[in-house]
């Protein structure tokens, strides 16, 4: 066995674990393998293990990538920031965008979704520690912007994703998740159908699994640390 192949069974095993514990069937998560910085060839080995949806950070890179490996049917997320001038890109090669978090951003994705492919299906990304420098909207702003975006065309909004400051703390890890949570709860009371929950990456998965993740975003478990390359 690579070790590709052995990390991905060491995160699905963790993912089963957790699953147990939190008393929920092992098919409510789902496995997003973030692949920025890694190899064509990389994904082409994870894919091979069964792996099917891959998440990229970069727009370029992302593109790029889905164009060498388009004999493989993959699905593939779009998960970093999301500048307006890189949304066609986005538009015209993702599946998903878990990372919107500006009305301005979803039209213009409506607008450039190709008329041939299946709606662009949507996670509003939600700023849930708080920090200045960390990106989605603030938990305030999420339902007026949720609302907004189920107005929109060619895009399906499917739920929340959050990316809480890194931390050791267990317990914090688990408030985080916890807002987020009860945020997606609060959603749905309001008549949003959300399904997605998009949290929990390499070191917190467990606590995120815990609060009701429905995706897990995984890269440095599965691909080990990340290269450096330079896209344009
Ligand atoms: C890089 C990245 C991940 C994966 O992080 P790891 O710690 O390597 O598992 C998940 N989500 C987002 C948004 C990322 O940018």
């Not at 190899?39 to 082409?44: E, T």
Request: hydrophobic share 50%; with cysteine.
């Amino acid at each position: 066995m690579t070790t590709i192949s052995n990390n991905l069974q060491a995160v699905r095993n963790r993912i089963a674990a957790a699953c147990a514990v939190a008393g929920r069937p092992v098919d409510a998560v789902h496995l997003l393998a973030v692949s920025k910085t890694q190899s064509g060839a990389c994904v082409r080995e994870a894919a091979a293990c069964g792996q099917q949806a891959f998440g990229e950070n970069y727009a370029q890179e992302g593109a790029e990538k889905i164009a060498e490996l388009a004999d493989l049917n993959l699905e593939w997320h779009f998960i970093g920031p999301l500048q307006s001038n890189k949304t066609r890109v986005v538009a015209e090669n993702f599946a998903w965008v878990h990372s919107l978090e500006r009305l301005k951003t979803a039209e213009r994705l409506a607008a450039q979704r190709p008329i041939h492919l299946p709606p662009l299906q949507v996670c509003i990304q939600v700023n849930v520690s708080g920090e200045a420098s960390k990106s989605g909207c603030a938990p305030a702003a999420a339902s007026a912007l949720a609302h907004a975006i189920t107005a929109l065309p060619r895009l399906r909004l499917r739920g929340l994703m959050a990316i809480p400051a890194v931390t050791d703390d267990v317990v914090l890890q688990r408030q985080n998740f916890a807002l987020l949570s009860a945020l997606f709860a609060q959603l749905n009371t309001e008549g949003l159908a959300l399904d997605t929950l998009s949290m929990g990456m390499s070191h917190d998965l467990e606590a995120a699994i815990l609060a009701g993740a429905t995706i897990v975003r995984v890269g440095t478990a599965i691909f080990g640390e990340r290269q450096i390359r330079v896209f344009n």
